[in-house]
């Protein structure tokens, strides 16, 4: 009787780890179904990654030539605007002084002469005081 208890336990414990390796096995290939299927998806993933790469590499060079020519444009707009400054700026001026003194010479010709005003030394006279005897539409 104890050989057939033992028996019977044996086959017990015999077939509890049969089907124990057989959801093993079912794990296993699930596994390797999963692992199988993630390559095959990451391959084209990572080719198509790494040609993205590539053309954002290109295209960084592209932007890179663009700015060293913004650069140049930009020195060369720079020192075009200082020739210019320095060639035309002080004769400009000069003219436009003299034109100024013109005008304001022709301007005093044609003017009746004024009054002579009292000079106050180190003191200014407000404007209202300046013009208070004088009419905003000129006449007196």
């Known amino acids: 009787m104890a050989g057939l208890l033992v028996a019977v336990f ?4 015999v077939s509890f780890l ?11 290939k699930a596994a390797t179904r999963l692992v199988t299927g993630v390559t095959e998806q990451a391959v084209p993933l990572l ?8 053309s ?3 295209q960084l060079s592209r932007v890179d030539a663009i700015a060293s020519d913004v650069q140049e444009v930009t020195a060369n707009a720079s ?10 700026g ?3 001026v000069k003219v436009a ?3 100024y003194g013109v005008r304001r010479a022709l301007g005093r010709r044609s003017d009746p002469p004024r009054s002579k005003r009292p000079v106050v030394v180190g003191r200014s006279v407000p404007a209202a005081r300046r ?10």
């Not at 049969?18 to 296993?28: D, E, H, N």
């Not at 080719?47 to 590539?54: G, Q, Y």
């Not at 020192?79 to 035309?88: E, I, M, Q, R």
């Open 10 to 13: 044996w086959a017990i414990l």
């Open 18 to 28: 049969a089907v124990v390796l057989v959801r093993l096995a079912q794990t296993l």
């Open 47 to 54: 080719s198509e990654a790494s040609e993205t790469v590539r």
């Open 56 to 58: 954002a590499q290109s």
């Open 79 to 88: 020192a075009l605007s200082s020739t210019v400054s320095t060639a035309f």
């Open 90 to 92: 002080g004769p400009l």
């Open 97 to 99: 002084a003299f034109g």
């Open 131 to 140: 013009g208070a005897g004088r009419r905003r539409d000129g006449k007196d």
